[in-house]
């Protein structure tokens, strides 16, 4: 019986609650009508933020790929740029002995031309 007893006063007790609601919304309609739309536009915000974030982020990762592409693109143009800058200084050390010889073989012979190029090769 005691089952039944702790039944019924919670049943009254929701329906008491309920009675008081009721009571509330009408007398104050205009009250409970602001905060319900209040509520409404409150989760349409909550709604829209989130799902602008998550485009936002969705156009971010995009970015981060395409800069990544971009970023292995020149340090492929990067390390092609410092072979050849390596195989022009070979070239250059390649010149500049050929270069000495050509000078000393012209000093030789009385070249005054030779005698000019070793003085620019001297201060230089």
Known sequence: ??????????????H???NNIIAYCQEN???????FGILILSGISAY?????KDKKIEQLNESVKELAMENRKIQELNN????RIGY???LNKQKDSIMDLTMSDGLRHGSSVAGQQMAYKRWN
């Open 80 to 83: 092609i740029a410092l072979r």
């Open 16 to 18: 008491e609650k309920l």
């Open 29 to 35: 309609p205009v009250q409970v009508i602001e905060r």
């Open 88 to 90: 022009l200084g070979e």
């Open 1 to 14: 019986m005691r089952l039944n007893e702790k039944y019924t006063s919670i049943k009254s007790s929701i």
């Open 48 to 52: 829209s933020i989130a799902n602008s």
